[in-house]
């Protein structure tokens, strides 16, 4: 279980996570990470929390962010807030690290997810966009699917495509979270 002060490392995708406020420490209504990117550093994809906020408040540097259609970039003391449904990524748009504090609103699985993934590519696990193999993620994306998803094919086809890779990633005994490994 994560811990407020634990952190978390992305060695793929050049982030570092350290966790201020923890699901377990507010009873599930929040998450609160301290982000840091490193020059050329990434999200591993453009995502949707369906259900949750995402608020980021720009500490140090120039962080990149393309939320729904729009393509901007935040510095210090910049806010951007990330409405559930909407599509969005970010990268670091600069050459020293950037810095954010990251607030998701209802931390849901998020904790979770961020474990699995970082874990995942800290040991090798991952391509070089920090994602796991196909039916690995069918499994992972299964088991989150209520806090992150693709922005594109609809949610419906998602669903159904993972109706079928998950089971066939079970089989192969991926876990669905690094809790469960």
């Known amino acids: 279980m994560i811990q407020p ?7 793929v995708t050049g982030e570092v996570l350290v966790f201020h406020r923890t699901a377990a420490r507010t009873g599930g209504a929040s998450v609160l990470v301290e982000t840091i990117v490193r020059p050329d550093g990434f999200v591993a994809a453009a995502h949707v929390h369906p259900h949750q906020t995402e608020r980021f ?31 969005h990524r970010f ?11 990251c607030e998701i609103r209802p ?3 998020f904790e979770s997810l961020i474990e699995t993934m970082f874990t995942l590519a800290a040991e090798g696990r991952t ?4 994602l796991p193999s196909p039916l690995r993620l069918a499994v992972i994306a299964r088991r989150h699917f209520d806090t ?24 192969l005994r991926y876990p669905d979270t ?4």
């Open 107 to 109: 931390a849901l699985a």
């Open 127 to 130: 391509n070089g966009k920090g």
């Open 57 to 87: 408040e720009v500490l140090a540097g120039r962080l990149g962010l393309r939320v729904g259609g729009d393509d901007l970039v935040a510095e210090p003391g910049d806010v951007v807030t990330v409405e559930p449904g909407t599509p």
């Open 148 to 171: 992150v998803r693709l922005p594109f094919p609809p949610a419906a086809l998602q669903r159904a495509a993972l109706a079928v890779g998950a089971p066939l990633g079970r089989a």
């Open 91 to 101: 990268w670091n748009a600069g050459d020293e690290e950037a810095r954010f504090l």
């Open 5 to 11: 002060g634990d952190r978390l490392e992305n060695p």
């Open 178 to 181: 690094m809790a469960a490994a």
